[in-house]
């Protein structure tokens, strides 16, 4: 017999029976009834608690703030993609600008070392957040690739107000994750950190040192479009 | 005085076993460094925990997790199915392995298949279980682990002494003469230096690695997803970098639904650290499709049973099973704490570690851990899923001494005849009024003659003496004195 189908036969023809099924209420892990204001409030206070730095903007003029982070981080080389609104619109506004766009939608193959070593920044999309944790939600794709938020030293991610959900449990229940999952799923709550050397916290230890998330709110002016 | 040889000098590699539990309980007690490192770093892991549920009805969040845990358990093997199913839909293969062994022989052979070379290894409790790295080692692949803790342990040729924080029991001068000695860099005192210079050292390691080797947190049948938890990136360097990624978990990490992750998620972090949320979680379905650009290329899932499904037998010892591994029942043990993870021997230490290693190594050699605890119910009262720590603990000590239903390997290997008959008789006494009386009345009027020393006993206590009088007695001539006095006042009145 296989090591499965032993097993198998051994979970299946238990000594002491079989086991009840209890039924589970997810009531406490869901809808907190938080406000547009509230949740806000509450991702900018737990991811700035882990160091991500929080920029409200206005979403019609967001690349300015873009390009005041690329300048003020001092990023000569940005990786990002290229379908993406974000990626596009942003590939638009930084032409003028002295950085240097790196395109991440290629083969790692072909550029493993150049984005580990000569990439000062990547810039993804989100696809939400979450509020009671202060967590962005990313789905990679081929234009913004698995590595693109990891292996540069800054992530600059870009979030809409609007995309905000209480909780973790809310992100899969809404979106209907269980019925078709990407290849890989992110939370990302902050820049990589560790506290393994006596319980000393320090940043970017594999992953990027600094995160930035850029808040695009909807009806114009940072902050006033509730 | 011996010639010095010219030969490089190496540290002596430490080990442990659970069958020199008291000898090395008795040198971990008597080393200040290691008592004042689990000291500092479980009182501040006590606080994160208690601070970072405070918004939380924290027993009706347990109460789902346990359920949650319980009812993966009640559908285990058809979740299994459904997780094999759904991982291979999704192009992850997977492997089955009755022990660690075999799961060993597996992993090696997908490395050898494809010339592999180098392992990169995220954090996983599983693979320290089976000693995967010195199999690895032995055929010629050079295993190294990217944790950051897990690195410095490795460098030090140590094993992790905790089993989320494996480098606790170092503190930062020890690590900074381990990174010196070990890879060269300048002594220091400032961390972030000492992790810089570990992020510039594996960078290049990740880069150059055939395979990444991680654990799994939860795996989910219905999507065939495999997520892990993790701060540091080194998770997602592991298992997006290499060209293949092999899992490999316990067969009852597994869970129903997706939904179900989000609550064990909160109660794994809060747990173990006191973080809200760890930086990443990492939830993968499949490996890169033609379409994308990065991640592996093929994708592997490694179960493995070593003792699992023996545990799954019982209805009271299944709880162990529901474990998911947050560390939370050692940071709240007085035991652990005073001496520390190395001393337990095996890979789990603490109270978790005590329940589930006589399952795996079985009780000939882990028979003292089950009475390594005063058994004061921290352990049961601060567990995510509510595991009847303490129960089990007596369950095993019940199964050591062969009282238990013997389905424990090794059950009865404590057992002494002289001290089974000394309780038989005890519950002979216990049960006849009338001999236990005219007994512990004996024992008074000969209280002169009771010896001194008693054992273990009177090593840190002064022995017992017996009252000349017993409770019982004193109580009678009580009642009879009270008797005579109402009977007076009775007679008295007119």
């Given at each position: 017999?296989?090591?499965r189908?032993?097993?198998?036969?051994r979970l299946?023809?238990r000594?002491?029976?079989p086991?009840?099924?209890p039924?589970s209420?997810?009531?406490?892990?869901?809808?907190?009834g938080?406000?547009?204001?509230?949740?806000?409030?509450r991702?900018?206070?737990w991811?700035t608690?882990?160091?991500?730095?929080?920029?409200?903007?206005?979403?019609?003029?967001?690349t300015?703030a873009?390009a005041?982070?690329l300048?003020?981080k001092?990023?000569?080389r940005?990786?990002?993609g290229r379908?993406?609104?974000v990626?596009?619109e942003?590939?638009?506004?930084?032409a003028?600008v002295?950085?240097e766009?790196v395109?991440?939608d290629r083969?790692?193959?072909?550029w493993q070392q150049e984005?580990?070593?000569?990439?000062?920044a990547?810039?993804?999309s989100?696809?939400?957040g979450?509020a009671e944790?202060?967590?962005l939600?990313l789905?990679?794709?081929?234009?913004?690739?698995?590595?693109?938020s990891?292996?540069?030293?800054?992530?600059?991610?870009?979030l809409?107000?609007?995309?905000?959900?209480?909780?973790?449990f809310?992100?899969?229940?809404?979106?209907?994750?269980a019925?078709?999952?990407?290849t890989?799923?992110?939370?990302?709550s902050g820049?990589?950190?560790?506290?393994?050397i006596?319980q000393?916290?320090?940043?970017?230890?594999?992953?990027?040192?600094e995160?930035?998330?850029?808040?695009?709110?909807?009806?114009?002016?940072?902050?006033t479009?509730? | 005085?011996s010639?010095q040889s010219?030969s490089v000098q190496?540290?002596?590699?430490q080990?442990?076993?659970?069958r020199e539990?008291?000898?090395?309980a008795?040198?971990a007690l008597?080393?200040?460094?290691?008592?004042?490192?689990?000291?500092?770093a479980?009182?501040?892991?006590?606080t994160?925990?208690r601070?970072?549920?405070?918004?939380?009805?924290?027993?009706?969040?347990?109460?789902?997790?346990?359920?949650?845990r319980?009812?993966?358990?009640?559908?285990?093997p058809?979740?299994l199915?459904?997780l094999?199913a759904?991982c291979?839909?999704n192009g992850?293969?997977?492997?089955?392995a009755?022990?660690?062994d075999?799961a060993?022989?597996?992993?090696?052979e997908?490395?050898?298949?494809?010339?592999?070379?180098?392992v990169?290894k995220?954090?996983s409790?599983?693979?320290?279980?089976?000693?995967?790295?010195?199999?690895?080692?032995?055929?010629?692949?050079?295993?190294?682990e990217s944790?950051?803790g897990?690195?410095?342990?490795?460098?030090?040729e140590q094993?992790?002494?905790?089993?989320?924080?494996?480098?606790?029991h170092l503190?930062?001068?020890e690590?900074s003469?381990?990174?010196h000695?070990?890879?060269?860099?300048?002594?220091?005192r400032d961390v972030d230096?000492?992790?810089?210079?570990?992020?510039?050292?594996l960078?290049?390691?990740f880069?150059?690695a055939?395979?990444?080797i991680?654990?799994?947190?939860?795996?989910v049948?219905?999507?065939?997803?495999?997520?892990?938890v993790?701060?540091?990136?080194n998770?997602?360097m592991?298992t997006?970098?290499?060209?293949?990624?092999i899992?490999?978990?316990?067969i009852?990490k597994v869970?129903?639904?997706?939904?179900?992750?989000?609550?064990l998620?909160?109660?794994l972090t809060?747990?173990a650290t006191?973080?809200?949320v760890?930086?990443y979680?990492?939830?993968i379905?499949?490996?890169?499709?033609p379409?994308e650009h990065?991640?592996?290329k093929?994708?592997?899932?490694?179960?493995?049973d070593?003792?699992r499904?023996?545990?799954y037998?019982d209805?009271e010892?299944l709880?162990?099973?529901?474990c998911?591994?947050?560390?939370?029942?050692?940071?709240?043990?007085p035991v652990y704490?005073?001496v520390?993870?190395h001393?337990?021997?095996?890979?789990?230490?603490?109270?978790i570690?005590s329940?589930?290693s006589?399952?795996?190594?079985?009780?000939?050699?882990?028979?003292?851990?089950?009475t390594?605890?005063s058994?004061c119910?921290?352990?049961?009262e601060?567990?995510?899923?509510?595991i009847?720590?303490p129960?089990?603990?007596?369950r095993?000590?019940?199964e050591?001494?062969g009282?238990?239903?013997?389905?424990?390997?090794?059950?009865?290997?404590?057992?002494s005849r002289k001290?089974?008959?000394a309780?038989?008789g005890f519950?002979?006494?216990?049960?006849h009024p009338?001999?236990?009386?005219?007994g512990t009345?004996?024992?008074?009027?000969f209280?002169?003659l009771?010896?001194?020393r008693?054992?273990?006993?009177?090593?840190?206590?002064?022995?017992p003496?017996?009252?000349?009088?017993?409770?019982h007695?004193?109580?009678k001539?009580h009642?009879?004195k009270?008797?005579?006095?109402?009977?007076?006042?009775?007679?008295?009145?007119?």
């Amino acid at each position: 017999m296989s090591a499965r189908d032993a097993i198998l036969k051994r979970l299946y023809e238990r000594a002491d029976g079989p086991l009840a099924v209890p039924e589970s209420d997810f009531a406490v892990v869901t809808r907190r009834g938080w406000s547009h204001e509230e949740r806000l409030a509450r991702f900018e206070r737990w991811i700035t608690s882990v160091h991500g730095e929080v920029i409200h903007v206005a979403a019609h003029d967001w690349t300015t703030a873009l390009a005041g982070v690329l300048t003020a981080k001092g990023v000569r080389r940005l990786a990002l993609g290229r379908e993406h609104p974000v990626a596009a619109e942003a590939r638009q506004a930084l032409a003028d600008v002295a950085v240097e766009l790196v395109d991440a939608d290629r083969d790692i193959e072909a550029w493993q070392q150049e984005q580990f070593e000569r990439v000062d920044a990547g810039l993804t999309s989100t696809r939400g957040g979450i509020a009671e944790t202060g967590s962005l939600w990313l789905w990679p794709t081929p234009d913004e690739p698995r590595l693109l938020s990891l292996v540069p030293p800054i992530h600059i991610a870009v979030l809409d107000a609007d995309t905000l959900e209480d909780t973790f449990f809310d992100v899969v229940e809404r979106h209907g994750w269980a019925s078709g999952m990407p290849t890989n799923a992110l939370l990302v709550s902050g820049p990589s950190k560790t506290a393994d050397i006596e319980q000393t916290l320090a940043y970017g230890v594999h992953g990027p040192r600094e995160l930035v998330v850029l808040v695009r709110h909807a009806g114009g002016a940072a902050g006033t479009d509730a | 005085m011996s010639v010095q040889s010219d030969s490089v000098q190496t540290h002596p590699v430490q080990t442990y076993s659970p069958r020199e539990f008291h000898r090395q309980a008795h040198d971990a007690l008597g080393n200040p460094q290691i008592r004042a490192n689990f000291r500092k770093a479980m009182d501040g892991l006590m606080t994160k925990r208690r601070d970072s549920f405070g918004d939380w009805d924290l027993e009706i969040l347990r109460e789902l997790g346990a359920n949650i845990r319980m009812r993966a358990l009640a559908r285990l093997p058809s979740l299994l199915e459904r997780l094999e199913a759904n991982c291979q839909a999704n192009g992850i293969q997977v492997h089955w392995a009755e022990d660690g062994d075999q799961a060993c022989r597996i992993i090696r052979e997908l490395c050898e298949a494809r010339g592999a070379k180098a392992v990169i290894k995220g954090k996983s409790m599983v693979s320290e279980e089976m000693h995967l790295n010195a199999r690895l080692e032995e055929a010629g692949i050079e295993a190294l682990e990217s944790d950051l803790g897990e690195y410095l342990v490795q460098l030090n040729e140590q094993t992790p002494s905790h089993i989320i924080m494996p480098a606790i029991h170092l503190n930062t001068d020890e690590i900074s003469e381990i990174m010196h000695d070990r890879t060269g860099i300048e002594r220091t005192r400032d961390v972030d230096t000492m992790t810089a210079a570990a992020r510039a050292q594996l960078r290049e390691r990740f880069m150059a690695a055939d395979v990444g080797i991680s654990g799994v947190n939860f795996a989910v049948a219905e999507t065939g997803t495999l997520c892990l938890v993790e701060n540091e990136g080194n998770g997602r360097m592991t298992t997006t970098v290499p060209p293949v990624h092999i899992a490999v978990t316990g067969i009852e990490k597994v869970v129903e639904h997706l939904r179900d992750v989000p609550p064990l998620y909160a109660l794994l972090t809060r747990s173990a650290t006191g973080q809200h949320v760890t930086t990443y979680f990492n939830m993968i379905s499949g490996p890169r499709k033609p379409e994308e650009h990065d991640g592996p290329k093929e994708v592997h899932l490694v179960l493995v049973d070593s003792g699992r499904s023996a545990i799954y037998q019982d209805d009271e010892l299944l709880d162990t099973l529901r474990c998911i591994r947050c560390g939370a029942c050692m940071n709240h043990c007085p035991v652990y704490t005073r001496v520390g993870g190395h001393t337990y021997g095996t890979t789990y230490p603490g109270p978790i570690g005590s329940i589930l290693s006589p399952h795996l190594m079985g009780l000939e050699d882990t028979k003292d851990l089950p009475t390594a605890s005063s058994l004061c119910g921290a352990c049961g009262e601060v567990c995510p899923v509510k595991i009847p720590i303490p129960d089990l603990l007596v369950r095993l000590r019940r199964e050591s001494v062969g009282e238990g239903r013997g389905n424990v390997p090794g059950a009865g290997v404590k057992r002494s005849r002289k001290e089974a008959a000394a309780w038989k008789g005890f519950q002979w006494l216990a049960t006849h009024p009338g001999v236990w009386r005219a007994g512990t009345s004996m024992a008074g009027k000969f209280r002169a003659l009771t010896p001194s020393r008693l054992g273990a006993w009177t090593d840190y206590r002064s022995a017992p003496k017996p009252a000349g009088t017993t409770l019982h007695a004193l109580v009678k001539q009580h009642e009879a004195k009270r008797h005579q006095a109402d009977k007076a006042a009775e007679e008295k009145r007119p």
